[in-house]
């Protein structure tokens, strides 16, 4: 699927990166902000939908710190609501030229156990705990992952380690490329993977110590 790079479309990369956050944000925040975010996914408009997701961040009282949108793949810490350790993740949006619009893109995060969670993030969620194969391509490699969507339904929880992503990188186009297969429609997407092993290393460091 192409877009056309109009001012309007030029916004479609920074609102899935908006979303995103606002994805760590329904993981860790109450109800009242997974509602509001819910509705701004529910706007048509790229622009209104991304002012309404950029309000909602601004009034949300435990707004994550990111790091400036220039780089590819930010961080995301989130506070607890309930004072345990804070939420914290990197993301990168899916190529918005070669990916169908119900991907938003790739989270890595930390999780209460050792290691770190892989999941796709989804602009139409699924039902919680749906379960869902996909089609993964790491450059000549291909792979179907038994995938599990998310309690809220927004992603899905890939079973893999995020170190796997960094060992097929070379010299060539470093891309994860995934295929969801849905009963309604599958979802295709590229998410590109360039920049990731400083940043998991980064995030590694940032992770709050296992309980």
């Not at 930390?110 to 969620?125: D, I």
């Not at 391509?137 to 170190?163: D, Y």
């Amino acid at each position: 699927m192409t877009f056309v790079q109009t001012p309007l479309a030029a916004l479609i990369p920074v609102t899935a990166l908006m979303y995103l956050i606002g994805v760590t944000c329904v993981f860790s925040q109450d109800r009242d902000i997974s509602n509001g975010f819910e509705k701004c996914k529910a706007i048509v408009d790229d622009q209104a939908r991304l002012s309404c997701l950029k309000n909602l961040l601004a009034e949300s009282p435990s707004s994550p710190s990111a790091a400036p949108t220039h780089d590819p793949w930010p961080l995301v810490r989130t506070p607890n609501p309930n004072g345990g350790p804070d939420a914290v993740a990197i993301m990168r949006t899916a190529d918005t030229t070669r990916s169908d619009p119900d991907l938003a893109g790739l989270m890595i995060r930390c999780q209460e156990k050792p290691g770190l969670q892989v999941l796709l993030v989804l602009v139409k969620p699924f039902p919680p705990r749906a379960k869902r194969d996909v089609v993964a391509a790491f450059h000549s490699t291909q792979s179907v992952l038994h995938a599990e969507a998310s309690p809220n339904g927004t992603a899905l929880v890939l079973p893999i380690e995020a170190a796997a992503l960094t060992s097929s990188l070379g010299p060539g186009p470093n891309e994860f490329t995934v295929s969801v297969k849905d009963p309604e429609v599958d979802i295709h997407g590229v998410i590109p993977l360039d920049g990731l092993a400083p940043a998991l290393a980064k995030l590694s460091a940032s992770c709050p110590p296992p309980g």
